[in-house]
């Protein structure tokens, strides 16, 4: 008999990638200079959230902008803003239906701000994105693993897949934090707008859980408790850390998360503190790398089974890479000078560019690094600052192409600050490890039991019989297995059981409907 293998495979439905052309417009608060020209824009663009209906996704996201320029002044100072334009867009995807799983990012190709004819603080945005939108379903199936006695594989080929452990588990998490207003900016009135975005930065597999490190970053738009009641915002990053039963999990499997920001809500508790409470909705995924070796994919004899295709993502290569930086920055006005730094350590690494070329991955990025000292005031208080790296580098995976995806982790492997002599500047190392897996989209074919259909029951069609002499309901019925009351079911025209005559053409029910 030949061998089987039961897989649980969440298998690509259909992906494509379209274009999709951005429009809005940002405005420069009022603390802020006007414009006089602009040196660099920095854009990214994120999901805010999917809805997938039959053969298409719907994507709702947001494009920011940070951008550096030179004020409109007589000192030509430098300044910064950033600005958020919301935006829907669809992708067809044949094939896709609600309930699906899905992997959906954005590219920005280009990027233009315009002066606006209407003021002259703001600017109009065009942004011309790639979007790209993945639809995955999981399914169970018996997979051939043998060629069957007295068959011949024309072609085999090893296959590897990531089997399903278990079910897609959903989890809702409270996330809760208090905070104070920091100190340069006005104390808040009125909330206007929250804008809360989710990001995993850790996941690991234990016994029967899934363990979820992540951070939600907040950006607060308020009404200022000030004579003039300008309007401000406030930034806030909330860390977490929280776990998803899966049942069948064992330490070393692979684990697959989704976050979603289901709703944010922030109040002033007491001035000038402000309490802040997200639900966030945590997908998780648990799978085991199995590669099944001489997997038939083409039979002589396909006659006991059925030959279905594969659409999974296959790893097409993977590298790493070691980059090392070195910063030696200022103690910022607003902190005390440096007298002995007690710690120092990477809080957080944030990718935000990443371009596969032919044979090599392109990555891009920073590094905060969180630095905790005793000043030089006189009572030698303990304060913290951050630092943030910039970092771009490469990483070589021979077999990669543009239209391929792939996946980035940085991870930190060392930190040191340094407090640089004779001044009060702080030299600042750190070495990151980047890692970096292309895949693709593999099709292949392979065997499956061929499913033996149920028979459907044959229709019985009553037969003639013609009434002899002697003949009664109870005789004709006894004679053909059933019975008088079926008999009189099938002919209407007998309105008495008792008279029937000779030569009478009579509607006789099969046994089966006897």
Do not use: W
Not at 238 to 265: T, W, Y
Not at 496 to 502: G, H, L, R, T
């Amino acid at each position: 008999m030949a061998g089987t293998e039961r897989l649980k495979v969440n298998l690509v439905q259909g992906e494509n990638r379209v274009q999709t052309v951005v429009k809005g417009r940002i405005e420069i608060p009022d603390t802020k200079p006007s414009v006089e020209k602009i040196l660099s824009k920095e854009t990214t663009a994120k999901v805010r959230d999917v809805s997938i209906v039959p053969d298409k996704a719907i994507i709702n996201g947001t494009l920011t902008l940070q951008v550096m320029y030179v004020a409109f002044e007589p000192d030509q100072s430098v300044h910064s803003l950033h600005g958020d334009v919301n935006f829907t867009t669809f992708v067809d995807v044949p094939g896709a239906e609600p309930g699906m799983d899905y992997v959906v990012d954005f590219t920005v190709e280009d990027v233009s701000l315009t002066p606006s004819k209407d003021s002259a603080c703001k600017f109009d945005v065009a942004a011309v994105l790639s979007t790209f939108a993945k639809i995955m379903d999981v399914e169970e199936m018996e997979v051939l693993t043998t060629t069957p006695a007295g068959n011949e594989a024309l072609e085999t080929q090893d296959l590897t897949v990531e089997h399903m452990i278990g079910d897609k588990e959903t989890k809702q998490v409270i996330i809760s934090d208090a905070f104070e207003v920091p100190e340069e900016k006005p104390d808040v009135e009125k909330i206007l707008n929250i804008k809360a975005e989710v990001e995993i930065t850790d996941k690991r597999v234990l016994a029967g859980k899934v363990i979820v490190d992540g951070e939600v970053e907040l950006q607060v738009l308020y009404v200022s408790m000030t004579p003039g009641q300008s309007v401000h915002d406030l930034h806030r990053i909330i860390k977490f850390s929280d776990f998803v039963e899966v049942p069948e999990a064992q330490q070393g499997m692979n684990v697959h998360v989704r976050a979603e920001v289901e709703n944010a809500d922030i109040a002033p508790v007491t001035c000038p503190k402000l309490s802040a409470d997200i639900i966030v909705k945590l997908i998780v995924f648990v799978s085991e790398t199995r590669t099944l070796e001489n997997v038939p994919t083409e039979l002589k004899n396909e006659g006991d089974y059925d030959r279905v295709k594969l659409k999974i993502d296959r790893e097409i290569g993977s590298g790493e890479t070691q980059v090392v930086l070195r910063e030696t920055t200022e103690v910022p006005q607003s902190k005390p000078d440096v007298m002995k730094v007690l710690e120092s350590r990477v809080d957080n690494i944030k990718v935000t560019e990443v371009n596969i070329l032919n044979g090599k991955v392109l990555i891009r990025g920073h590094a905060d690094v969180e630095v905790v000292y005793v000043s030089t005031k006189p009572d030698q208080a303990v304060h913290a600052l951050h630092q943030r790296l910039n970092f771009r580098t490469f990483v070589v995976v021979p077999d990669a192409e543009p239209d391929m995806r792939v996946k980035v982790k940085v991870s930190p492997e060392y930190v040191n600050v340094d407090q640089q002599l004779q001044c009060a500047d702080l030299h600042t190392e750190a070495v990151l490890k980047v890692k970096a897996t292309v895949t693709d989209l593999a099709q292949l074919n392979v065997y499956v039991p061929a499913v033996t259909p149920t028979p459907t029951p044959t229709t019985c069609v009553p037969t003639d019989y013609t009434v002899r002499a002697g003949d009664t309901l109870t005789t004709i019925a006894a004679a053909h297995g059933t019975t008088v009351a079926l008999i009189l079911a099938e002919n209407p025209e007998i309105t008495n059981p008792d008279v029937i005559s000779v030569g009478q053409v009579i509607k006789i029910p099969c046994e089966a409907m006897g």
